[in-house]
Every structure is written in C-alpha cells, then in structure tokens.
C-alpha cells in the first residue's frame, strides 16, 4: 500500500558507484509505502532512516548472488531463543543444537514444523545461538525465522553473521516479539523495517485489515478479518516499508493503550510489512502471541488467516513466489 506521504530513505554504501546510482534513483521515484500518524511527529522522526544500507521497496537493492538453489528444495530455521521475557507458546526452553526434543508444550516449533511440512518447505528449529555463528549456516537456509525471540539473543559472532547472510540474499521472517529483540542494535531496528516494540494493552480482539492483496502472504485473505492479539504499539513507526495489513483501533473494545503508555497509532495501525534490506528480503508481523493461533476458526476467530498470513510471509521471503509486490 502507498500512502500520500511516500518517500524513499536508502543508505548510500561507501565508496560504491553502483549503490549512490541506485539511492539517486530511488529517491527520485518514491516508490515505498510510508504512512505516519500525523498527530505523532516525535515518533515519527525516531530512529536512522537508513541504517547505512540500501533498503525500502525497490528489488534493486536485493543482491542475487547465487547462494541459494532452488532445486534443493526450501529450507528455514526457525529461532526461538529468548533472553528476556518468554511467550508460552514457546513452552520450556530448548536443549542445544539443531532440532532438539520437542514436547506438546512447545506450539510454535510444533506448529511451524507442521506448516512447513504442508506448505512445501523443511523446518529445521534451534535456541542455539551457536547454530547462527557463521554465514555459512545460514546460507543453507532460505530464509530465517524469529519467532516471539526476546532481548539480547544473539553474540557478536550472529550478529555479524545475520548481516552477512542478509547482504547475501537470505530472508528473514520477523514474528510477534521478533521486535522486543536487539534493542541495541540498529541494524537490526532496521531489518525490522525501522520499528521496535515500545507496549501493548490487554489482549483483546479486533479486526484486521488488508491494505495491500497483491502480496503473496494477504491475496488469499479476506479483506478484513477477527482476530486476538496484544497490538502492539511500535517506536520507531515503521519507515520506507510496503504495508500489508493494519489493525482497526476503532474494534478494539479496550482502545489501543499501551501499558507504558503509548496512545496507539489512530487510524493507521500496522501489523504486517515487507521491505528489500541490505541485499536480502525481510517480511514482518506483529501479530502471533496466542498459542491458538495455529488451531482453526471454530476454536479461535482469525487462525486460519494467520497462518495463511505467516506462511505467505515465508514463501515470498525465501524467494519460492514473488515477493513485496
């Protein structure tokens, strides 16, 4: 979705001849999606636009650098270590290493194993930090999923090997506490399409709005749809980014107040985004706290096209369809 405001911020990568040709152009056609809340400009003006890489809705800042074959097949990781607060539907944390013992408590690892397996790509699961260690790890993945991660998460070395992964075309999959994750860290404030977690009222219900059905993760959706979540409110306000879907702070019967504050977005209130990010493909979603979520409509309101929200995410992030588009 456009909005009237639209703009572009790319970062200008050093010395190079190609990136400055690259920001000159994007500049000049204003082709990201940027809606503001026009009753927040300190919010609004929060965090670096650019975050030192070329980002925004242009594919030309995507780098195909042939690291991925699609005739291997597709394969994600799914992270979900927390250094913080822990969501329940993780369950108990995880042993070390790749794909430790799972229990019935642990639903989101269960849940997107299970969606992989319907959905055509192979799920692999870790809290390991030392599994992110080196880009060569990642790159045998097509994309990377953070789910309801929390806090400092990651080392210096995974650090340096998301960036590296990123620049070399990976994806990533940001998924509800994705963004109460690294708040220290700028680039990935950025891969988040410049927003982080700030609070959130009760869990509630309320209607989600799609505000773009060209995407591959929303075409398959209603045009608006129930479902319960914690709506978060988010500083920074994402930048640069093409919006998806949006909640309507109007259903929301307890409004959109967060705990710490923060008076919600008015009326427009995203869940869901996609932007090109410093070579790779980065799909986000607030949305994702309930351990219902991956049940179905007769059990709880809005399942289903979660799912088919979140695996859409996936499948565009990983480059199997199109993506941000």
């Known amino acids: 979705m456009r909005k009237p405001t639209s703009h572009l911020k790319t970062g200008l990568l050093a010395g190079a001849g190609t990136a400055a040709a690259i920001t000159i152009a994007l500049l000049s056609t204003g082709l990201t999606a940027s809606a503001k809340p026009a009753d927040r400009p300190a919010v609004n003006t929060l965090g670096d636009p650019q975050y030192g890489v070329c980002r925004g809705v242009d594919p030309r800042c995507y780098h195909d650098w042939g690291n991925f074959d699609a005739s291997k097949g597709y394969r994600v990781l799914l992270y979900t270590r927390t250094a913080g607060p822990r969501h329940a539907d993780l369950g108990p944390a995880l042993g070390t290493g790749l794909n430790p013992t799972l229990t019935s408590a642990n639903v989101v690892q269960n849940a997107m194993i299970k969606l992989g397996q319907e959905n055509g790509f192979t799920v692999d699961w870790t809290e390991d930090v030392s599994q992110l260690a080196s880009p060569n790890q990642l790159f045998k993945y097509n994309a990377v999923i953070f789910f ?62 799609v ?115």
């Not at 210096?156 to 075309?169: D, F, H």
């Not at 914690?230 to 306000?237: A, I, R, S």
């Not at 219902?292 to 565009?316: E, R, Y």
Request: hydrophobic fraction near 30%; aromatic fraction near 14%; proline fraction near 6%.
């Open 148 to 209: 309801s991660t929390s806090r400092d998460n990651l080392d210096l070395p995974a650090q340096t090997s998301l960036r590296q992964y990123m620049r070399g075309g990976g994806g990533f999959v940001g998924i509800h506490n994705a963004f109460g994750t690294e708040y220290n860290w700028p680039y990935y404030e950025g891969l988040l399409g410049g927003a982080n977690y700030y609070d959130h009222g009760p869990e509630q219900t309320g209607t989600v709005k």
């Open 211 to 325: 505000v773009d059905r060209q995407d591959t993760s929303t075409r398959a959706l209603p045009a608006s749809w129930s479902f319960t979540d914690e709506w978060y409110n988010l500083v920074p306000f994402p930048s640069d980014v093409r919006f998806l879907a949006t909640v309507d702070e109007k259903s929301l019967p307890n409004g959109a107040k967060g705990s710490m504050g923060d008076p919600g977005h008015g009326t427009f209130h995203p869940v869901a985004w996609c932007q090109y990010y410093d070579g790779g493909r980065s799909w986000v979603t607030t949305l994702g706290h309930d351990a219902k979520d991956f049940t179905d409509d007769a059990t709880f309101a809005g399942a289903t096209s979660f799912q088919k929200l979140i695996v859409g995410g996936i499948q565009s992030a990983m480059g199997a369809k199109p993506f941000c588009r």
